[in-house]
């Protein structure tokens, strides 16, 4: 499989329950991204992680943690959540992670999160 | 600090032109350009390295004026498929050789036949 892929698709998840979300990437590239994309908000930069090596958390709330255990794995764990979490969550990845050599995204198709 | 992009929405007869603007307050180092079609995941269509060049992808094309700090999507002669929001995305320095892509809200194009 090619791109970037996101599971599950669809996440129902109780304020009180831990859940995982998993981005896999087969292109290659070395940075891996998480966005937040909520209704009538731009996309919301969560996390970079450039060689398996975290370079950005855009305070984030502690409730989201983000893993990275090889270049084309990227996970975010999610724990004791909020309704205002409610999102579709990205996962992007780029060939660098630069100002000047700048590339550009491939996004996966997201995972819908609900939060009740 | 996100940029502003302009319209916020613009419906398009197939076969007429759109414009939309992108821009920034801060120093960038390039601009990208995505496409979101309705429930699938947003596709980069172009990127633009500051130095004020411009491209072009099949009757879309892009501008970068590095010294406003903003950058035009040129959409000409458009197709029932150039439908969906289009989304700028600006990219500085946020330190310690670290860059930031932040995104615009968006400007939702509507072709109709």
């Known amino acids: 499989e090619t791109g970037v892929t996101q599971t599950p698709r669809h996440l129902v998840m109780g304020m009180t329950n831990k859940k995982s979300l998993k981005c896999e990437q087969h292109?290659?590239?070395?940075?891996m991204y998480w966005y937040k994309q909520s209704a009538k908000k731009p996309l919301e930069l969560m996390f970079v992680?450039?060689?398996?090596?975290?370079?950005e958390n855009n305070s984030v709330p502690s409730r989201f943690s983000p893993e990275c255990p090889n270049s084309s794995h990227l996970f975010l764990h999610l724990h004791t959540l909020q309704p205002e979490d409610s999102a579709l969550y990205l996962c992007?990845?780029?060939?660098?992670?630069?100002?000047?050599?700048?590339?550009?995204?491939?996004f996966g198709s997201g995972t819908r999160l609900t939060v009740v | 600090q996100q940029p502003v992009q302009s319209p916020q929405a613009v419906i398009l007869r197939e076969g007429e032109d759109a414009v939309i603007n992108c821009s920034s307050s801060?120093?960038?180092?390039?601009v990208h350009w995505y496409r979101q079609k309705h429930g699938e995941a947003p596709v980069f269509l172009m990127i633009?390295?500051?130095?004020?060049e411009q491209k072009g992808h099949d009757k879309i094309s892009a501008s970068f004026n590095e010294k406003k700090q903003q950058s035009s999507l040129y959409l000409t002669a458009s197709q029932l498929s150039y439908s969906g929001t289009y989304f700028c995305?600006?990219?500085?320095?946020?330190?310690?050789?670290?860059?930031?892509?932040?995104f615009g809200k968006g400007t939702k194009l509507s072709v109709i036949p």
């Open positions: 992007a990845s780029s060939q660098g992670q630069t100002g000047v050599d700048s590339y550009g995204y491939t």
């Open positions: 292109l290659g590239h070395n940075a």
């Open positions: 992680y450039s060689l398996e090596e975290r370079v």
């Open positions: 801060k120093a960038l180092y390039s």
């Open positions: 633009l390295l500051k130095g004020g």
């Open positions: 995305g600006t990219e500085y320095s946020s330190g310690a050789g670290s860059y930031q892509l932040t």
